[in-house]
């Protein structure tokens, strides 16, 4: 059975320098930029930049992704922009035409191999009213559902604005990828490339918190939400958030069970970087709620997702599930 499943890794990225080319020079990108570089220190940005451009290759040519897919072993790729193709500074028309162009863009891009290549929209969270006629957009063009970021500029994942949004994704079966993009602890960050390493954790841990604590799980039980990296810090630690639960009338007025067990509503990909964390992580969320995920192609991924997964020596039904199994029922096309 377990040579019967596919590869999957559902965390992989592409770049579209259409998307970029577009908000070149308009107000408002010059300060996001330097509010990035504020938050990342200069040290990091000059790693970053070297990095990325010598990945430019495996980020938008269909041909050469293939390769290295086949070098890693995969077979099926969950493709979304990257996080930095958020834009969430642009104003509402710009957002528009920004999310349209990413949508069509992926779509193409996926389009080339499509047996191996789903693709994932972007929603401009910055406006709520228009997050779900992008999401509805990204599904018309084939796409699996949406990537969004931890919040936006003075919202959280649990503003009621976004009810809406979480009604259609529900309803919908779209996947709703959650992968942050900064960290809102600023320049406490800005030193040893902290920014991501605690700040992507820390950002995945509040988004999900919000989503828990809000209701929105409860309210929405059809969501399909996918946590890259693990879902950061929350499912280690999800035993402070029971116990806030249990003793605190103020951390458990807004959501009617343990915060626990919403992690087995939740999907989460693997890339934790700790075989022991792994095996932790499907402990509580389930081996049936852990898929596949590299970060490809950029450093802070694996160039060997398969080889991670399988050094938490899982049993053989685990291994094939979080391998491919899990990610093959969630992107099966109804």
């Known amino acids: 059975m377990g040579a019967a499943v596919p590869t999957v890794d559902v965390h992989a990225h592409v770049l579209l320098p259409e998307v970029e080319a577009l908000v070149a020079g308009l107000p408002g990108h010059a300060e996001a930029k330097a509010l990035d570089a504020r938050r990342n220190g200069p040290a990091a940005l000059a ?16 041909t050469v992704r293939l390769a290295a897919m086949d070098a890693q ?3 099926v790729q969950l493709v979304s922009p990257s996080p930095s193709h958020y834009h969430y500074w642009a104003d509402e028309e710009t957002a528009e035409k920004l999310y349209r162009l990413a949508d069509e863009a992926t779509a193409v891009h996926c389009a080339a191999a499509p047996e191996r290549l789903r ?5 401009p969270l910055q406006h709520p009213e228009q997050t779900v006629r992008a999401l509805d957009h990204a599904l ?27 009604a259609r994704a529900g309803e919908s079966g779209a996947i709703v990828f959650l992968h942050p993009f900064g960290c809102t602890l600023d320049e406490r960050l800005d030193r040893w490339y902290l920014s991501n390493t605690v700040g992507q954790p820390t950002e995945n841990a509040v988004a999900l918190s919000h989503l828990v604590f809000s209701g929105v799980l409860d309210r929405h039980p059809g969501l399909k939400v ?15 958030s029971d116990h806030a639960w249990t003793t605190r009338s103020d951390a458990g007025a807004s959501c009617a069970h343990p915060p626990s067990s919403y992690l087995r509503r939740l999907y989460f990909d693997s890339l934790v970087h700790d075989p022991h964390v792994l095996r932790e992580l499907i402990r509580v969320a389930g081996a049936d709620r852990v898929l596949l995920g590299s970060d490809f192609p950029f450093d802070m991924g694996t160039e060997d997702p398969v080889g991670a997964l399988r050094a938490a020596h899982l049993s053989e039904a685990d ?16």
């Open 47 to 62: 790693v970053s930049g070297p990095m990325v451009r010598e990945r430019i290759p495996r980020l938008t040519d269909v």
């Open 73 to 75: 072993g995969v077979d």
């Open 119 to 123: 693709g994932l929209g972007i929603v």
């Open 140 to 166: 018309e063009l084939g796409l699996a559902g949406v990537e969004i970021s931890s919040h936006a500029p003075g919202r959280e994942l649990s503003d009621p604005a976004y009810e809406p949004f979480w």
């Open 226 to 240: 996918l946590a890259a990296h693990g879902g950061g810090y929350l499912p280690t630690h999800i035993g402070r």
């Open 319 to 334: 291994f094939d599930a979080v391998r491919g199994g899990n990610a093959s029922a969630l992107l099966r096309k109804d």
